[in-house]
């Protein structure tokens, strides 16, 4: 008789749970690659899975170090903090996994990067972008308070971009979940945050609370619209003076709607900033005239703004300018307009140009002539490493709105330096590259645009003009014309100014 075959069993249910459960991930799981950034207990690198060709950013914690620190409750924090979040406007925690001696989180991988840098190339945001960036960080914190997590270090280092360039807030080391009492603002806090951006309340009562980061947003808003930070001063114990007596000042060109809502963010006490629980919260702040128009609930979906720098108005046109000057400076083929900078700059190479100490079109012996004459003469040589000047005068070197008083000199090389002329101290010098191009705004505002940075320059006697066509007169001649040809002129340079 044949034997019956026994029927398969089903699975048990420790069986199925296995199979519905993913695989931990491990290390070999992903090619590394470039380092994002560096934390006081972590690393970020951008990493590749293998399986799915996904990129992440995965920060990696020492445990050895994370121990001896005694941080291990502030990286449980922030994984709980990580986990909580469910927003557009905030880095996903996607996974986690760990080895004998690291720690790993899978993040969401922000290709554009942080914030910071885009403010400090254009010097400054325009109303527009100023507008569309601090909305989604309101977007994000009602999201995150309505959670009952404050920040507590909100700043544009952590706030990352997308590759849509819409915002991912990071870095959840300092971020606090609040209990009952904290809510009723009765607990203390150990210091957290960054000096520019820390709240009036934690220094003086040692709490930090939910309006803790409207007061950040509102030094965010400033910082945008003019480039610095509200509150400096040359050390941190100076900064937190100015912020306990709300000594801070707006430069001249500031527009007055987006002041009048830094006025109501910056207000020493918490319970009176708009936006906080007892003046309304987030609906109240919503309202302010600056963000008419917002589309709150489209936000994540929307066409993010082109970038550009906040120029106070100035009555000069392009048309009044060319029918003065004659000049092409403002040719709309060459790209130079009023919309600048998110066009410039943007290659990584650095094509510097042969450094050479004759000018081209000069004959030796008459550059050993002028440059005898330029020793004992110029109060400026000092400065320019026994390089002929070829134009010199007074420009106010400006960071948003904000502006110092120096001494531009431009000299064969080529070179571009700045001097305090009061301090008579070298102050920097603007890179030479391929890339570099110098553009007029008006008779008194130029820009050098360089691959990392745009310089933002202003001659009070109106000779921008002049400063622009010798500049490109200059890099012509090292360069080559913008056909291409990189070959030096043999153009002769006029007397410097």
């Not at 990493?47 to 990696?60: C, D, L, M, R, W």
């Amino acid at each position: 008789m044949a034997t019956k075959e026994p029927a398969p069993s089903d699975p048990s249910p420790t069986q199925v749970t296995d199979s519905l459960v993913p695989k931990k991930k491990k290390t070999s799981d992903f090619r590394f690659g470039k380092l994002l950034g560096e934390g006081s207990y972590s690393t970020v690198y951008v990493a590749q899975e293998i399986s799915t060709g996904k990129e992440y950013a995965i920060k990696v914690l020492e445990k050895r170090h994370i121990q001896k620190e005694k941080k291990v409750a502030q990286v449980s924090r922030e994984k709980e903090v990580l986990s909580r979040l469910n927003h557009p406007f905030f880095v996903i925690l996607y996974f986690t996994f760990q080895d004998r001696d690291k720690l790993y989180f899978g993040l969401s991988y922000a290709k554009k990067g942080e914030l910071l840098p885009y403010i400090t190339r254009l010097g400054s945001f325009d109303e527009k972008c100023t507008q569309f960036y601090s909305a989604e960080i309101i977007s994000a914190l009602e999201h995150l308070h309505g959670l009952q997590i404050i920040h507590r270090d909100l700043k544009p280092e952590n706030i990352l971009l997308d590759e849509n360039m819409h915002i991912k807030i990071t870095d959840f080391g300092t971020a606090k979940i609040l209990n009952k009492d904290e809510e009723k603002n009765k607990g203390r806090n150990s210091f957290v945050g960054t000096a520019q951006y820390v709240s009036p309340e934690l220094l003086t009562d040692k709490r930090a609370c939910k309006s803790s980061d409207i007061w950040a947003l509102g030094c965010i808003i400033y910082q945008l619209l003019s480039g610095l930070t509200p509150y400096r001063a040359g050390n941190e114990y100076q900064i937190f003076q100015k912020i306990i007596k709300n000594d801070y000042s707006f430069p001249s060109g500031f527009p007055e709607i987006p002041k009048d809502l830094v006025e109501q963010l910056l207000i020493l006490d918490p319970t009176k900033r708009l936006g906080c629980e007892e003046c309304g919260g987030f609906s109240e702040l919503k309202k302010h005239q600056f963000y008419e128009g917002v589309d709150w609930d489209g936000l994540p979906e929307s066409k993010a703004p082109e970038l550009l720098p906040y120029l106070p108005p100035t009555s000069s046109t392009e048309e009044e300018l060319r029918s003065k000057y004659k000049v092409d400076t403002f040719d709309s083929n060459d790209g130079f307009d009023d919309t600048i900078l998110a066009r410039f700059g943007l290659s990584d190479e650095d094509h510097r140009p042969p450094i050479t100490r004759t000018a081209p079109g000069i004959s030796e012996e008459e550059r050993q002539e002028r440059l005898a004459t330029q020793a004992k003469e110029s109060k400026w040589h000092q400065f320019v490493n026994n390089n002929l000047i070829l134009k010199t005068g007074v420009v106010d070197k400006r960071k948003g709105l904000f502006a110092r008083r120096r001494q531009l000199i431009l000299t064969e090389g080529p070179r571009l330096y700045y001097v305090d002329p009061v301090d008579m101290d070298l102050k920097g010098e603007i890179p030479w590259t391929k890339d570099l191009r110098p553009e007029a705004k008006n008779f008194k505002i130029f820009f050098v645009h360089t691959p990392h940075r745009t310089y933002y320059l202003e001659d009070a006697k109106g000779h921008a003009v002049e400063w622009v066509k010798k500049i490109q007169e200059v890099h012509e001649s090292y360069f080559g014309s913008s056909n291409g040809s990189s070959s030096p002129k043999n153009k002769s340079f006029n007397n410097a100014h």
